[in-house]
């Protein structure tokens, strides 16, 4: 396959990992994304991943109202790790070598984030998954997605989501919302479209990364969007780069 890029970090939801159950992991949905996951590791793409922790979190989230905020967030990272675990696991089960790689040390489950060793992982063709976030409270996983995409210098962010791409309203209660192919950074602002938290968005404008929102769910998905096919997905493109 030819494609502009080579070296990705494909953001996924935790909410997706839920699939049609109402808490935890669906074992089907696993299974699909590291299928496709796989498939384009199989292409010779450099692939690294961050998993959000919203299906975990959100079974505990009554619990921590009124709990103080830091450690509210650092539970928030220990799920996204558990569901960083599963992929891991199921990855290697299809024969993907992988490396789980956490911001907050937990040595008998995951290496440290140190970004060199990450880099050294994606040239030796491991798929590096990324846990924990960024380590600290009070940022996303966006920004955590962001951050290491920055830092390990990513070609491009794949932000898999349920609809495929960017909408002007959304397409899950609007049947007639309006999909952008392309849209620009500063239009998205204008917009208040909100594709990713400010953080993630102002780290990725300041470095000129791209962004691809799609829709991972659909089987082909993934492979479609590295080939550039630009039915697939909506690009955010920067003004100035």
């Known amino acids: 396959m030819t494609s502009n890029y080579h ?4 953001k996924l939801s935790g909410e ?3 699939g049609e159950q109402g808490h935890g992991i669906d074992g089907d949905i ?13 292409e ?7 998993v959000g922790g919203g299906n975990i979190f959100r079974g505990v ?15 928030g990272m220990l799920a996204t790790m558990i569901n960083s675990m599963a992929l891991q696991d199921s990855l290697e089960r299809m024969g993907v070598q992988t490396r789980l790689m956490s911001a907050i040390r937990m040595e008998e489950i995951a290496e440290p984030y ?8 994606l040239e030796k063709g491991r798929v590096v998954i990324f846990g924990a976030g960024t380590g600290n409270p009070y940022f996303t996983t966006d920004t955590a997605a962001s951050l290491r995409a920055i830092e390990i210098e990513a070609d491009v962010i794949l932000k898999g989501t349920r609809v495929d791409g960017i909408f002007d309203s959304d397409p899950e209660i609007n049947p007639d919302a309006e999909k952008f192919p392309t849209i620009t950074g500063e239009e998205i602002l204008d917009r208040q479209l909100e594709i990713m938290d400010l953080t993630a968005f102002t780290l990725c404008r300041e470095n000129k990364t791209p962004i691809i929102v799609f829709d991972m769910n659909k089987v082909g998905n993934l492979k479609k969007v ?13 003004e100035d780069s």
């Open 7 to 10: 070296r990705i970090l494909l």
């Open 16 to 18: 997706a990992l839920l």
């Open 30 to 42: 696993l299974t699909q994304y590291s299928e496709e996951i796989k498939s384009i590791h199989d």
């Open 44 to 50: 010779g793409f450099e692939v690294s991943v961050v």
């Open 61 to 75: 989230k009554g619990a921590t109202e009124g709990m103080d905020r830091v450690q509210g967030d650092y539970m």
């Open 114 to 121: 140190i970004r060199r060793r990450a880099t050294r992982h």
């Open 226 to 238: 590295l080939a550039e096919d630009t039915s697939i997905g909506s690009k955010v493109v920067w």
